[in-house]
Each structure stands twice: as C-alpha cells, then as structure tokens.
C-alpha cells in the first residue's frame, strides 16, 4: 500500500506492507535510526514518537496507520548542531549513560512539556511512566526535565 | 517483530465497517490496537483482515445528556475520557482510565477496545459492571442495547457477533463509585481489582477472579466483605498470586472501592 507520512517536516512516499509497524517504517525504509526497539511489546517506549502531536509508541501502530500523518522523531529536535533545552539539560545532569531509552525519554519529555511547561515533580514521573531506563535509576532524568520546566 | 501477513482496510463509514466485517471470516476491528498489534506479534492472534476503526467520527465523542447520562463513542481513547470536561459527570471514567499502563498506551487505547477485547484483568469490565452501563452493538441489521453484566461473556469474548460492533456506551449519572486494585507495579496490569458504585446499596464488581466480571452486591460497604465470601469465588492460580491469595485479595479490594464509593 502506498503511505506517504511526513517526518520532521520530510515528506517520505513508500510502499508498504500493511503488517509493517511503524517503527520499521521509520527505521528500516526511511533510515531514521535514532527511534529504537526496545523491547516490541509496548512496554518500554525507546519507539516512542509524536504523530500528529501526540505522543505514541510506534511499535503499536501499523505503518499504513500513519499515511498522511506528520511524526515527529528524535532527529527532529535540535536544529543542526544547536541543542533542545531539554537535550542540553540531559547532557549537563547525566540524564544518560547507555544511551538507548534517551530517544524515546527526549519525546515523552518533549510531549509533556508542550502540554504542561511547568509539570512537578509527580507529573514528570508519570509523563515517562510509559518508558523504562535500565541505567540511571531515573533520578538524573527527572533532575534533567525539571531544570527546563519553567 | 513482523506480523504474519494482513490484508488492512479503513473504512470510510460505519456502516462500510460492518460490511468489510460480515464479507470477510478473518476480519476483526481495529481499535486502538494497544493490545491487539501486540498479540499479533505473538500470533496468540492472527486475523486475516484488520478493519481500522480509526477516523470513524461516528464512533468517537463524549456527550452529556439532561438526565446526567453520558453516552461514549466505542473508539474514545483513555486520554480523551481523561481530558472530557463532560466525563467528568461521572468522575469515576477520568480517574481509572489515569491508572491504565501509560501515556503512550491512553493516547491510543480506546474505552471500546478495552471492553471488546474482555481480558479478564482489564480495567474498564468490571468499572462497567458496578455503574450499570448499556452498550449498544451494532451490524448490518440494526442495532441493541445490552447490558453490562450480560455484554461479557467469556474470557476475550463478548456479545459483539460476527459482522458487528459496540459502537456506544451509556452510563447513568452516579458520583458515588470507587475502584480499588492490587497491580504489577504502579498502575501496571491488575492481579485483582474490583469496581464499586453505592446507589442506595452498593454494586461492586470483580475483576481478575473468574472468566467475566463478578457482580456482588450488598447493602453498604461493612457487608461487602462477607458478600464477597458468599460468591464462592474460584479465581485461577498463577505466577502472581494464588487462588486463595485473589480471594482475599477480592475481600479486602472490594471494601475498599466500596468505602470510597460512600465517603463522596
């Protein structure tokens, strides 16, 4: 089937097979590999990306779902090499260390932000419930949101 | 993971959607396919066609009647019921829908895709029971209206037929609920939960314990407890809890949801 999804202002035409997911799409057709797959059962939210500016997991999603829908992903943030505020603050509070949930975490964090710029700490935490981190313990991430929420 | 091999159609219509359902043996609706794309993956479910109910506005909308009614199109998601200045009519909705998995999964998970897919450990079956809400399914030949205790009938099985949809929810006005639950991890799937609605006496429903949600009713929160006993529940045994465990677990959850029922 013919999809044409426009991604980080790109608009891309493909054809695909329906039971393609989303995340592949980005991925293996459109070479936007900053999306991960974590663990492809809708637990641990790396795939996590906006579409049509809300937030999903885009290994839920079917690639034909999203023709004619705009999807923002993690190569979209910065401007060149000129950081997000939220990027620049995972950087400066060591919001990473293996690297590999830090896409989908930037997204939700992104989401959240757009929705509420001035979350507490109780929403931070249930902004990124929906994505895990087997290295920081958290702390570092929610000290990184919270330094850029206003 | 790739999917086995799947015709996908969307429908431009309700009445377009029954047609794809009925013409087609293999099809099945496409809600917000938080738990459908996913067992796909695991071919515990394999459909020939997904008809996307996604885009369909008739299916879609929270409204508020008069009489406090309020009236769910099957394909609102956990998020709008969240959000829903009118949903808030019955408080209850927004809160449980809050504790379903995550953002993510509420942006795209739908209040009809949560009944349809009747997975004994979900949220909204037993919330449904314990308020009395009316489901309307839909097909070709018209629609009716079927009540909540008698819309699930099996584990993953509903009154929905072949060639229909639930298309709408109804729940009558009622402040007085509660819902109480013992989850894996924060607002992780439930090991046991129950649903509570005080209406002169108290509705509480159970979840987790038996095939469909488990209506036990009393005349106030001090007698749910013992209510609870006398439905001689038979809950399965597994790596979470055992079966005596789910009992007791019912016991005291249910008091619980019952107690926040009367305290509004």
């Not at chain 1, 700490?121 to 958290?138: F, H, M, P, S, V």
């Not at chain 2, 009236?71 to 009519?89: F, H, Q, R």
């Not at chain 2, 018209?142 to 099985?157: C, N, T």
Request: negative net charge; charged residues 20%.
């Amino acid at each position: 089937m013919d999809v044409t999804v426009t991604v980080n202002g790109t608009t891309y035409e493909r054809d695909v097979e329906p039971r393609k997911l989303l995340i592949h799409l980005l991925r293996d057709d459109l070479d936007l590999t900053g999306s991960h797959i974590g663990c492809d059962t809708g637990n641990c939210g790396a795939c996590s990306v906006i579409l049509d500016g809300t937030l999903v997991k885009s290994c839920m999603l079917l690639a034909v779902q999203a023709n004619g829908a705009s999807i923002e992903t993690v190569e979209g943030l910065s401007e060149g090499e000129e950081l997000t505020a939220l990027q620049q603050a995972f950087n400066e509070h060591h919001a990473l260390q293996c690297g590999y949930c830090t896409p989908g975490m930037l997204m939700s964090a992104t989401a959240l932000l757009r929705e509420n710029p001035s979350p507490s700490e109780d929403e931070i935490k249930k902004a990124l419930q929906g994505n895990i981190c087997r290295c920081t313990g958290y702390w570092n991430i929610f000290e990184a949101v919270k330094s850029v929420a206003k | 993971m790739l999917l086995r091999e799947v015709e996908y159609a969307k429908p431009g219509s309700v009445a377009e959607a029954f047609e794809l359902l009925a013409s087609n043996d293999g099809a099945r609706a496409l809600a917000g396919g938080q738990t459908l794309i996913n067992v796909m993956k695991a071919r515990a479910a394999s459909p020939d066609m997904l008809v996307d109910l996604n885009g369909l506005e008739e299916l879609r909308g929270i409204e508020l009647a008069g009489d406090g009614t309020l009236t769910i199109g099957a394909m609102t998601t956990y998020s709008e019921l969240m959000s829903s200045a009118e949903a808030k009519a019955r408080p209850i909705l927004g809160e449980v829908c809050a504790t379903i998995a995550d953002v993510q999964v509420r942006n795209r998970g739908t209040i009809g895709g949560n009944l349809c897919s009747n997975d004994p450990t979900n949220h909204l079956p037993p919330l449904m029971v314990a308020v009395g809400a009316r489901m309307t399914i839909a097909g070709a030949g018209g629609e009716r209206e079927v009540p909540a205790e008698e819309f699930f009938l099996g584990v993953y099985l509903t009154a929905v037929g072949p060639g229909e949809l639930l298309t709408r929810i109804a729940i009558p006005a009622g402040k007085k609920d509660g819902f109480a639950a013992v989850t894996l991890g924060a607002e992780g799937t439930c090991i046991c939960n129950a649903a509570a609605s005080v209406n002169g006496g108290v509705r509480v429903a159970l979840g987790c314990v038996d095939a469909v949600p488990v209506l036990v009713t009393a005349d106030g929160p001090e007698a749910v407890a013992d209510a609870v006993r006398g439905a001689n529940l038979m809950p399965p045994s597994d790596v979470h809890a055992s079966s005596e465990y789910r009992i007791h677990l019912s016991e005291v959850l249910a008091t619980r949801a019952a107690e926040e029922a009367a305290a509004r």
